[in-house]
């Protein structure tokens, strides 16, 4: 189901999600294995930047499993296209956690928030991000441009 979201022209939208560009770094030379590089046929081009970048969802978005500890349990992928819609780059992340009460309450208030990166080939991009609430199956994805330039 989470490759049938990515694929789609439409949003998916059981999940809602906003998405932030944090940074944009290049990558350190000789880096062999750049973070958050997923070894697949859609990594068609070396990685020369690496983009952190936050995905949020609102308060009571997500399924959080308090008889469980307070679980948090979700899938997060990303596939990156280049102007000719060609995969060129792909990550796939899961994500469990469970809350202590303060980062329980955070979640009431604020929602819930992914902090991470992936690892980019130059070029006018455009990034495609799935996340899936493993407890519930809600699929929420959000599309955001980019351009990284080569060094």
Known sequence: ????????PLEWTGLK???????LEP?????????????????KHPPVAIAKFLLRMPP???EIDTANQNR?????????????????????????AHLNETEL????TNGTAVENQVALPAGRLRVRFAVRDRMTGRIG???????????
Not at 27 to 43: I, M, W
Not at 105 to 108: P, T
């Open 1 to 8: 189901m989470m490759a049938k979201a990515l694929r789609s």
């Open 27 to 43: 990558l350190p030379a000789g880096s062999v294995n750049p973070p958050a590089q997923e070894k697949s046929p859609a990594a």
């Open 105 to 108: 309450q955070k979640a009431d």
């Open 17 to 23: 999600l906003s998405f932030q560009w944090l940074g």
């Open 72 to 96: 948090l349990d979700l899938t997060l992928m990303a596939v990156c296209l280049d102007i000719s819609g060609d995969y060129v780059c792909e990550l796939g992340k899961g994500i469990e």
């Open 60 to 62: 009571r978005t997500v």
């Open 141 to 151: 994805t959000v599309e955001a441009p980019i351009v990284v330039k080569g060094q």
